[in-house]
Each structure stands twice: as structure tokens, then as C-alpha cells.
């Protein structure tokens, strides 16, 4: 359900100083620089690095960013790379995040800077693969460095620039990504007044920005339910208290978690089963059995009514069939709703429109997909955006989804995303008093 922005909507928001430069100098500069944009990006695609490992993307990135001449910190929650540009004059602080790393898929696509690279995810070989966008993200954040640094002299505050690791979740046992970056105080000293960041969208056309102001993707809590019966043969199972048979009627029960007691006129939520795991033969019911999947809500009153339905559902339904389930949520990571800060998003509608145009700006539902982005957001006003990705002559239903070995992203929608980094850093110190 898209719409393009309104004038009625733009109406609303705050009036948005615009400085020649932001229309016409970096509209130049966007185009003179696009080149070095796409390369960045092929380096990136052809070397992804998974999460918390990626030390040569931190490498390059921090070469580049001490080349502009740019204060860099390294090593922050593991990987991360900080810079910050000081334009020597007093206002806020805005900070710009990009993504670095890559998934284990192994990539499919015919490219010629498609990744060969592999690795080892949880003990097996996988390809790796920027399957995402983050490459995009980097580079677009790296165009936007270049261009803020040359508009220095136009600047009022400071620009810091993350790059950060580990947004698909850090390995097990560790920490890692936005939520580490807060705790190590990426958005301190100097303290971040709003930050931004986009991401690239397969499904959507080059040259389009979506938006939404408050919730725009999900919450995510990871779940275990390990089910404890009682072993017995198979060919006796009066003798058994069957976890499998407790297991199947669980998952079943978890799916009016929803259906039956989420109110979804009002927000959307996701229970999913990932994976069962039990038993070793066919004549043996074995002792337990383990289930994992992933909870979705946009809201968080939703958020604990479901998170109680899941228990409640897993430990009743076990206890009728004399068997017990142990609920671990979240299970090992938890990423809050990634939520528009609604004053700054109107705020920042005009840029939005001046910068695609306003029949490019749509409107859109939030997804139940998630970005640990938000543990910024939680901290300060951030505001975060889909950016095209998708060819305008590809139909939608071959455009390939994120997360697979067929994803793929057309280098001329990078573009815009760096426009709009510099001039949504622009606009919101103009306006800052």
C-alpha cells in the first residue's frame, strides 16, 4: 500500500531551509563522484566478511575515511569504524550509519564482481555474500563523506559517520552490532542530536525513497521451546510421555497466538516456526524435543501479549499431555521496533521530496522485517528509509528477495541514497537553532 507523498502531508513539516548547494552543487558532485561509488561498491560485493569479522572491510573503510582527513576511531564493538567531521562551528551533531556485513549464502548471480569468498557459519562451509545491500550502504555512506567534507565550509555542527558490523546478528556467544555500538558510546562525545540511515530495496524502482513515520519494521525475539517427555520404544508408546506428539500440538497452538488473540486491525505480528529438532530413529520416541522460531510485532503492548500467549500456550498445552516446555525468549538477541521518530520524520519530508521529487516518495506499511538500527532510535530521533534497488524495466515478481543467492541490487540506485544522506544532514542543521 504505497502512495506518493502528499502536499497536504509536506505541508506539515517543519520549512526547510535549502542552501543552493543542496540542489544543484551536490547534485554535480553526486554524479561526479558516482564512478568511485560503483567501485566501492564492487570491492565490497566481491570481499563480504560475516558478522564481528569484518576486518578487512573496516581496513578499506578506515583507509578511505583517514584519507579525507577525517578524525577515525577503530575497533568499536569489534569491527566498527567511526568517523566524525567537524565543521569547526557550533550546532548539532547528526550521525549517518551504514551496515557492513555480509551473510552466509553463496551467490548465484552472474556478475562480474560476484563473491567467490567462503567461510565457516556454525561449523559448516558456506559462501559468503552480500545478500542485503550492505555493500550498497557502505558505498553510499563513503559518497556522502566525500561530498560533506568538500561542503565543510557550509556545515554548522559535526557529522559522524558509523560503520557498523554485525547488523545480521553477531555470532553465538557473542555481542556485536548497533546494540554493542550504544553500549561502547558511539553516540557520545560528541553526543549525536539525530541520526540517519537507509537501506536498499530489491523489490523497489531505482529512484524511489519510502518512508514511514513511527513504526517501520519490526521488533524480533528469537524463541526455544525445548519439550521434555518421557523416552520409550516405539512400538510402546502407552509407555512414553511423546514430545514429538507435545511438539506437533504446540506449534499448532502457537498459530492462534495471532490468529485468535492479536487484535491485527491494529498492528501486525509474526509467530514463526524455524526449526524442530528431536529423536534419532524411527522406533525410538526420544526424551525431548526443541523448537525455535522468531516472534514479529510492530508494537510494543502487541509485543508482551504475544511473548505471554507463546509461554503460556507452550506450558499448558505440555502440562495436558503430561509432558513440560521450557521457554527461553528472547533466545540469544532481541531488536526493538525500528521506530520513525514521527516530529524529525515530518520534519524531514521536504528533503525527501526535493531530493527524489515528490512523485518519488512514497508512503508505505510497515514490514515485519527487522534492523537493529533501532537501538539507535531508542537513544536518540533517527529516521530510516528504503532506497531503489530495482531496475524500472524488471518486473516486481522477478525482482529477487533479500537473503537469497539470487539477490540483486542495479549500481545506478545508489545515487540517490547518497544524495539523500548529505542533504538530510544539511536541511536538519539549517534548521536546527
Not at 554535480?28 to 569484518?54: C, G, T, Y
Not at 573496516?58 to 575497533?75: E, I, N, R, S
Not at 531496475?391 to 545515487?415: I, Q, S, W, Y
Request: include cysteine; hydrophobic fraction near 40%.
Amino acid at each position: 500500500m504505497m502512495k506518493p507523498l502528499s502536499f497536504a502531508l509536506a505541508s506539515l513539516a517543519v520549512a526547510v531551509a535549502s542552501p543552493a548547494f543542496a540542489s544543484d552543487s551536490v547534485s554535480k558532485m553526486a554524479d561526479k563522484i558516482e564512478p568511485q561509488v560503483i567501485e566501492w561498491r564492487h570491492h565490497f560485493h566481491a570481499n563480504p566478511e560475516l558478522s564481528n569479522r569484518e576486518f578487512e572491510t573496516a581496513k578499506y573503510v578506515t583507509k578511505y575515511l583517514k584519507g579525507l582527513g577525517l578524525k577515525v576511531q577503530t575497533g568499536v564493538a569489534h569491527t566498527g569504524v567511526v568517523a566524525v567531521l567537524d565543521s569547526g562551528k557550533p550546532g548539532p551533531v547528526v550521525a549517518l550509519r551504514a551496515d557492513m556485513d555480509g551473510l552466509p549464502v553463496t551467490e548465484t548471480v552472474d556478475l562480474p564482481y560476484a563473491s567467490k569468498a567462503k567461510s565457516t557459519y556454525r561449523g559448516q562451509e558456506t559462501g559468503v555474500m552480500h545478500a542485503c545491500g550492505h555493500d550498497t550502504h557502505m558505498a553510499m555512506l563513503m559518497g556522502a563523506a566525500k561530498i560533506l567534507v568538500e561542503h565543510k565550509d557550509q556545515l554548522k555542527g559535526k557529522v559522524k559517520f558509523i560503520f557498523q558490523p554485525a547488523e545480521e546478528g553477531a555470532p553465538d556467544g557473542e555481542e556485536g552490532g548497533a546494540e554493542l555500538m550504544v553500549k561502547e558510546g558511539v553516540l557520545k562525545n560528541p553526543d549525536v542530536d539525530a541520526i540517519f540511515g537507509l537501506h536498499i530495496n530489491s523489490q523497489t524502482d531505482v529512484g524511489v525513497v519510502k518512508y514511514r513515520s513511527g513504526g517501520i519494521m519490526a521488533a524480533v525475539d528469537p524463541y526455544k521451546i525445548v519439550v521434555k517427555g518421557k523416552q520409550a520404544h516405539g512400538a510402546y508408546p502407552w509407555l512414553s510421555t511423546d514430545p514429538i506428539v507435545t511438539a506437533a500440538q504446540i506449534i499448532m497452538g502457537l498459530q492462534t497466538v495471532v490468529s485468535r488473540e492479536a487484535n491485527l486491525t491494529q498492528s501486525a505480528a509474526v509467530v514463526t516456526v524455524g526449526k524442530i529438532q528431536g529423536g534419532i530413529r524411527s522406533n525410538i520416541i526420544p526424551n525431548e524435543v526443541e523448537i525455535i522460531g522468531t516472534i514479529r510485532t510492530l508494537d510494543e503492548g502487541v509485543r508482551e501479549k504475544v511473548h505471554e500467549g507463546v509461554r503460556r500456550k507452550a506450558e499448558h498445552i505440555a502440562k495436558s499431555m503430561n509432558a513440560s516446555a521450557e521457554v527461553t525468549l528472547p533466545l540469544n538477541y532481541s531488536y526493538p521496533v525500528t521506530y520513525n521518530t514521527p516530529e524529525l520524520m515530518r520534519q524531514m519530508l521536504p528533503t525527501l521530496s526535493r531530493t527524489a521529487g515528490e512523485a518519488n516518495v512514497q508512503e508505505v506499511n510497515p514490514v515485519t522485517g527487522a534492523e537493529d538500527f533501532s537501538f539507535f532510535q531508542e537513544k536518540v530521533p533517527g529516521v530510516y528509509l528504503f532506497v531503489g534497488g530495482k531496475a524500472k524495466d524488471r518486473p516486481l515478481n522477478e525482482a529477487p528477495a533479500h537473503h537469497t543467492p539470487e539477490f540483486r541490487v542495479e549500481d545506478d540506485g545508489m545515487k540517490l541514497g547518497v544524495k539523500l544522506l548529505v542533504n538530510l544532514t544539511m536541511d536538519y542543521m539549517a534548521q536546527k537553532k
